[in-house]
């Protein structure tokens, strides 16, 4: 299995459309590359080693915060380890072994030498609750954990007689890894080997558990074939990002949870292209920024989050500094720069200063050698993403689900468009239903939801498609929108359709805005629910001296609330009247994923938002009435 190299450099295969009654109904890529017909992701590591041993694949932070290179043949020894000692406790093919633990090196290393024993890997967010923990072992059946921690240890075994299958629990603070090496000694290469070759790729390789939106997570059953698909198809596509273009090799920095399909995703294709890694366990705090300065990846992944908590970081700085109207011009050109496909003179000098006093520290913010961004999870809004490519950082924004292997469609190189998630993955087809519903389809599309009593995946449908449960359009050059959730769309009294989507991404881009819910069902109008940003909020009050008010005389501050007044008269632009947010609240409460309101991917709970807060919902339409 030889590993994937770039493409000649040229346009990216454009989309096939289809039109039904002048409406484009589907488009699709064909595959840059051919399906793999033989072995699976354990080969990988091995493959590594044997074509180019000395060729760096992770970097890991030392005690002392230094960084150290891993080769792959150092990488491929410490799976080889690994796996024999997972084979000396007993494990057997197909055998379930579940990973709770933020993101570090030792999560990929286990999850490479759980394959080569011929293994399933399921993941399980490291902040689960103990429900939701004992859920997924369960269902899944896991014969083996390996946690992090004391805490999430002490947490699994407590849920221990009600996993009756759970015959190992590992502790990766306890020296898992050393003690599975050296159970492992005894352990013939050859048993490895033998498990090695029993791989396909149509075998399961893991069990993803979706976020939980809404009632118990289902388990995604996703082959070694579905990842292959995904990976092999992305790295030809986006060639600039994985392979090196000059004699800066590429590098990233892995900070999203390992346990989320999309961190998942790109780990295994840079072990599939060689491209070095690095792991730092959180997205908060200040740590990251010391990481990404130390690490200085060329490419990142990324969810909106995170890119929007660096722009609004870089604005309160600048305001800070007195140079607020210096930034916001400078946004501004960037954002005009973002949209043109062919920049002016004029606009190429203006963009050049402020590339010196503005755009050269977002960059440097992000390790000062970021080239790429690649983002998911949730949409990014045309507003940053025109930001970031004006500021010289290229975004490449992706959909897809735990259901796709993650992306199903992504931002062809050199060729964006704003507002839209891109075209079909290569490989990949998209088809708009009658109801407007996103249907997908392709080798990366999982096999199907684990049956528990079964043992197995049970498919989706018969014909290959599969329906996201997403609202969307294509445009007549095949570019995805997408415009909502079919099971989100508010019908207000009036009979009125309203995709609350929209309204809430671009209010969540003003840096006071935490989170906002749009409001409607059955309704006379519609109102929405917003919470504030901890860090927006601290340094609004900084610089109109109101750091003396509580939180909940803020919510009522007649200040605070016309700077929201406007955000929401903003956001009503992007729709009709009947659409528009009439009234909204101020919640002194957070969304979190702690609180029961975000799901480990950041993603809104809706009916836990509308259950909590009922009242406050009752009485923001008692008190506004009919407008």
Not at 55 to 81: C, I, K, M, N, Q
Not at 162 to 178: E, K, N, Y
Not at 216 to 241: I, M, Q, S, W, Y
Not at 282 to 300: I, M
Request: aromatic share 8%.
């Amino acid at each position: 299995m030889s590993v994937v190299t770039a493409p000649p450099p040229g346009e990216p295969v454009e989309p096939q459309t289809t039109l039904v009654d002048g409406v484009v109904r589907e488009a699709s890529v064909p595959a840059l590359v051919p399906p793999i017909r033989r072995g699976s992701l354990a080969d990988l590591p091995y493959d590594n080693a044997r074509q180019e041993p000395e060729a760096v694949l992770f970097s890991r932070r030392g005690p002392e915060g230094e960084w150290y290179d891993v080769t792959a043949a150092r990488f491929a020894a410490d799976v080889h380890a690994v796996a024999k000692g997972l084979i000396a406790h007993g494990l057997r093919p197909g055998d379930r072994l579940a990973l709770m633990a933020r993101t570090t090196y030792e999560w990929t290393l286990i999850d490479f030498a759980a394959w080569a024993a011929g293994l399933v890997t399921v993941p399980v967010h490291p902040t689960s609750s103990a429900f939701q923990t004992r859920w997924i072992l369960q269902d899944s059946g896991a014969a083996a954990c390996v946690v992090e921690d004391p805490g999430q240890a002490r947490l699994v075994s407590a849920e221990r007689r009600q996993l009756p299958g759970l015959a190992h629990l590992w502790v990766l603070d306890a020296d898992a890894v050393d003690q599975l090496r050296r159970a492992g000694i005894r352990v013939a290469d050859e048993a490895v080997t033998a498990r090695r070759g029993l791989l396909t790729p149509e075998t399961l390789a893991t069990l993803v558990y979706t976020s939980g939106t809404t009632g118990r997570p289902k388990g995604c059953a996703l082959t070694h074939a579905n990842f292959f698909a995904e990976v092999d198809n992305a790295v030809r596509l986006l060639h600039p990002v994985f392979v090196a273009e000059s004699s800066e090799p590429p590098a990233t920095l892995l900070f999203l949870p390992l346990s989320h399909v999309f961190g998942r995703m790109v780990a295994v294709g840079c072990v599939r292209a060689r491209v070095r890694v690095g792991h730092a366990p959180s997205v908060e705090g200040d740590g990251l920024l010391t990481d990404l300065a130390a690490f200085r990846p060329t490419f990142l992944l990324a969810i909106p989050y995170v890119l929007q908590k660096v722009y609004d970081t870089a604005r309160a700085t600048a305001e800070r500094g007195g140079r607020a109207a210096s930034f916001d011009r400078a946004a501004r050109v960037a954002r005009r720069y973002g949209q043109e496909d062919a920049p002016s003179l004029a606009l190429r000098a203006t963009r050049a200063l402020y590339d010196t006093l503005v755009y050269r520290r977002i960059r440097a913010v992000l390790g000062g050698r970021v080239k790429y961004v690649i983002c998911g999870g949730s949409p990014l809004g045309a507003r940053l993403a025109e930001f970031y490519a004006g500021a010289g950082v290229e975004v490449f924004e992706g959909y897809g689900l735990t259901e796709t292997t993650a992306a199903s469609t992504v931002t062809p190189p050199q060729r964006p468009r704003t507002g839209t998630v891109g075209w079909p993955l290569p490989g990949t087809s998209v088809r708009i239903a009658e109801d407007g519903e996103v249907w997908l389809k392709g080798g990366h599309v999982f096999a199907g939801y684990w049956d528990a009593q079964r043992g197995t995946a049970v498919p989706y449908t018969d014909d290959g498609w599969f329906p996201t449960g997403d609202l969307g359009s294509l445009d007549a050059d095949g570019y995805l929108r997408i415009t909502g959730r079919k099971k989100d769309i508010l019908i207000t009294s009036a009979g009125k359709n309203v995709a609350p989507a929209p309204l809430e991404d671009w209010l969540r881009t003003h840096p006071l805005v935490a989170q906002c819910v749009v409001l409607g069902d059955n309704r006379p109008y519609v109102t929405a629910l917003i919470t504030l940003d901890h860090e927006g909020l601290t340094h609004w009050r900084r610089m109109r001296h109101k750091d003396h008010l509580a939180l909940w005389e803020l919510a009522r501050d007649d200040e605070l609330l016309g700077v929201l007044q406007r955000a929401v008269d903003e956001a009503n632009r992007l729709v009709s009247r009947p659409e528009s947010i009439r009234a909204f609240r101020v919640l002194t409460a957070d969304f979190s994923e702690t609180s029961g309101h975000l799901t480990p991917s950041l993603k809104l709970k809706r009916r836990a938002v509308l259950r909590d807060f009922a009242r406050e919902i009752e009485e923001m339409y008692e008190a506004e009435g009919t407008p």
